[in-house]
């Protein structure tokens, strides 16, 4: 027995017709309501909604020029939040922004202009920190000196600043030419 008798039992699976469907604009601004869209996220939503291509094309058109719908803001957010918040290395924030949907260009001028005025090495630092926070001193066997370098790779730093960090770790130790390639 339901609490509402007029209600569907479930609102996310009662069908609705076409005419009684809100149009693709009003979809896409409901979804926007939620969470910032790329163009391409935006598009593939609507599209998996079943509305019609060309009226999903008029409405991204119209969210583009309304402001509603703006790839190069979210990729400044999404890369300031990467490298802020979540502790991650430019390679990382191009390749989600990328993974988004959001043009190459544009994910590489935004994560320019976030990480253009970080220092790599602080951040690569401040991530070991991180990972290592809890543990005791003890001497680092090169099986967890490994796993920390697939970590600070994972996470999107380049292989020179994560191999100058690890450096740091084991004080003592000579450094050879080849480790630096």
């Known amino acids: 027995m339901t609490k509402w008798p007029n209600r569907a039992a479930s609102s996310r699976t009662s069908s609705v017709s076409a005419a009684n469907r809100p149009s693709a604009y009003l979809a896409a601004l ?40 703006d790839d190069r803001k979210l990729a400044l957010a999404q890369a300031r939040t990467a490298a802020e918040i979540k502790g991650r290395g430019r390679l990382r924030a191009a390749r989600e922004l990328q ?53 600070l790779m994972r996470q999107g730093f380049t292989p020179a600043a994560v191999i100058a960090a690890l450096r740091k770790l084991r004080p003592g130790r000579t450094v050879e030419v080849d480790e630096v390639e």
Do not use: N, W
């Open 30 to 69: 409901h979804l926007l309501s939620r969470r910032a869209l790329t163009v391409a996220e935006c598009r593939d939503r609507l599209l998996d909604r079943q509305y019609p291509a060309d009226e999903v094309d008029a409405a991204i058109t119209r969210l583009l020029e309304t402001g509603g719908l």
């Open 99 to 151: 993974a988004r949907g959001v043009d190459a260009d544009v994910a590489g001028a935004a994560v320019g202009e976030v990480f253009g005025e970080k220092d790599e090495r602080t951040l690569v630092a401040r991530a070991l920190e991180k990972k290592l926070r809890g543990r005791r001193q003890r001497p680092m066997d090169a099986a967890e000196q490994a796993r920390l370098y697939q970590y």
